[in-house]
Nanobody, 116 residues
Framework: QVQLVESGGGLVQPGGSLRLSCAASGFAFSRSAMSWYRQAPGKERELVAR????????NYADSVKGRFIISRDNPKNTVYLQMNSLQPEDTAVYYC?????????WGKGTLVTVSS
């Protein structure tokens, strides 16, 4: 079955960096687009970044453009989110997502807290 397992979250000071990882299994990873979403307390889940399968094209939420980088390592079945210049408003649970056969799959999330 499809499994997505996020890691790499934690507490970081404003201006700091973190790299999130999402280990995927149970589907054809190299042929699947992958996304990172986040959900802050009291807010709806929002798309942060997405990377396509074939050419690795990327797109980002306006709020993270120029600060976050999504990438993938197909042999390792892993997608990453490099987060730089983190701000308190980036505090959220970050989720890995993919769609397989028209169904959305989610990991359990990893908490990122940006605070001094």
């Amino acid at each position: 079955q499809v499994q997505l397992v996020e890691s790499g979250g934690g507490l970081v000071q404003p201006g700091g960096s973190l790299r999130l990882s999402c280990a995927a299994s149970g589907f054809a990873f190299s042929r699947s687009a992958m996304s990172w979403y986040r959900q802050a307390p009291g807010k709806e889940r929002e798309l942060v970044a997405r990377i396509t399968s074939t050419y690795g094209s990327t797109n980002y939420a306006d709020s993270v453009k120029g600060r976050f980088i999504i990438s993938r390592d197909n042999p390792k079945n892993t997608v990453y989110l490099q987060m730089n210049s983190l701000q308190p408003e980036d505090t959220a649970v970050y989720y890995c997502n993919t769609r397989v056969n028209s169904m959305d799959y989610w990991g359990k999330g990893t908490l990122v807290t940006v605070s001094s």
